[in-house]
């Protein structure tokens, strides 16, 4: 692969096959959504699907995070079990012929209070932000900057504790990385994803993440960012 991860159009065509099974599995999963499962039983109800459906496997460890789980950015899942009210939060990715999906959603289990969704849509109104700013010769600093501004703005600068994005290939991380101390510059042809969150901790997280090819400006996933509610 080239040294600036631009990806050649069978490359892409990989991605997007894998960016396919990932919104296939999360498809399944919503309809194995149910009060009483655990995460660990969604965690392990992905990869399984994830093979199923002809991928190689995850690209990496699922993260499926309930409630106040939802603060630990990198949560392994647990035996906690889902309840109403909660917001669930589904990090998951899919390899095929060696290439990575990476695909985040956060969605809610029945009815939610205006905190979850408020700073559900402080992460949405964000992720979209970030999305519109992943072009060709775009400092990927000044690409973090708008969503991190964004979120500062609201009042949750503290609570965003993690970059906006990262390159995705062959591996799930890869250059260029959007983050404050970034020194790269989006090219044509990258991948990155565009993940904004909000982490209080006991309380809530929220994540949305797409992959985004630099230069088309529309993410790899066909599921919107629209708060879910399941019931």
């Given at each position: 692969m080239q040294n600036d991860h631009v990806k050649s159009a069978q490359q892409l065509a990989l991605m997007r096959r894998a960016a396919a099974v990932t919104d296939d599995v999360y498809d399944h999963i919503l309809a194995c959504?149910?009060?009483?499962?655990?995460?660990?039983?969604?965690?392990?109800?992905?990869?399984?699907?994830?093979?199923?459906?002809g991928a190689e496997g995850v690209s990496f460890?699922?993260?499926?995070?309930?409630?106040e789980s939802g603060a630990e950015p990198h949560h392994v899942p647990t035996d906690k079990r889902l309840e109403r009210g909660m917001l669930v939060t589904i990090d998951m990715g899919a390899v095929v012929e060696g290439?990575?999906?990476?695909?985040?959603?956060?969605?809610?289990?029945?009815?939610?209070?205006?905190?979850?969704r408020r700073?559900?849509?402080?992460?949405?109104?964000a992720q979209r932000l970030g999305v519109a700013a992943v072009r060709?010769?775009?400092?990927?600093?000044?690409?973090?900057?708008?969503?991190?501004?964004?979120?500062?703005?609201?009042?949750y600068g503290e609570c965003y504790i993690h970059g906006t994005g990262h390159g995705v290939g062959r591996e799930i991380h890869e250059p260029p990385?959007?983050?404050?101390?970034?020194?790269?510059?989006?090219l044509a042809g990258q991948v990155v994803t565009v993940e904004p969150g909000i982490y209080i901790p006991g309380r809530m997280g929220v994540r949305i993440e797409d992959m985004v090819l630099v230069g088309e400006g529309r993410p790899f996933s066909r599921h919107n960012t629209e708060l879910l509610t399941l019931r």
């Amino acid at each position: 692969m080239q040294n600036d991860h631009v990806k050649s159009a069978q490359q892409l065509a990989l991605m997007r096959r894998a960016a396919a099974v990932t919104d296939d599995v999360y498809d399944h999963i919503l309809a194995c959504v149910c009060e009483g499962v655990t995460e660990d039983e969604l965690a392990r109800e992905i990869l399984s699907k994830t093979v199923a459906l002809g991928a190689e496997g995850v690209s990496f460890d699922t993260i499926v995070a309930f409630g106040e789980s939802g603060a630990e950015p990198h949560h392994v899942p647990t035996d906690k079990r889902l309840e109403r009210g909660m917001l669930v939060t589904i990090d998951m990715g899919a390899v095929v012929e060696g290439f990575c999906s990476d695909f985040t959603r956060t969605f809610a289990f029945g009815d939610i209070d205006e905190e979850q969704r408020r700073i559900y849509d402080i992460v949405y109104e964000a992720q979209r932000l970030g999305v519109a700013a992943v072009r060709a010769g775009v400092g990927c600093r000044a690409a973090d900057a708008v969503t991190r501004d964004y979120i500062a703005a609201a009042g949750y600068g503290e609570c965003y504790i993690h970059g906006t994005g990262h390159g995705v290939g062959r591996e799930i991380h890869e250059p260029p990385t959007l983050n404050p101390k970034s020194e790269e510059t989006l090219l044509a042809g990258q991948v990155v994803t565009v993940e904004p969150g909000i982490y209080i901790p006991g309380r809530m997280g929220v994540r949305i993440e797409d992959m985004v090819l630099v230069g088309e400006g529309r993410p790899f996933s066909r599921h919107n960012t629209e708060l879910l509610t399941l019931r």
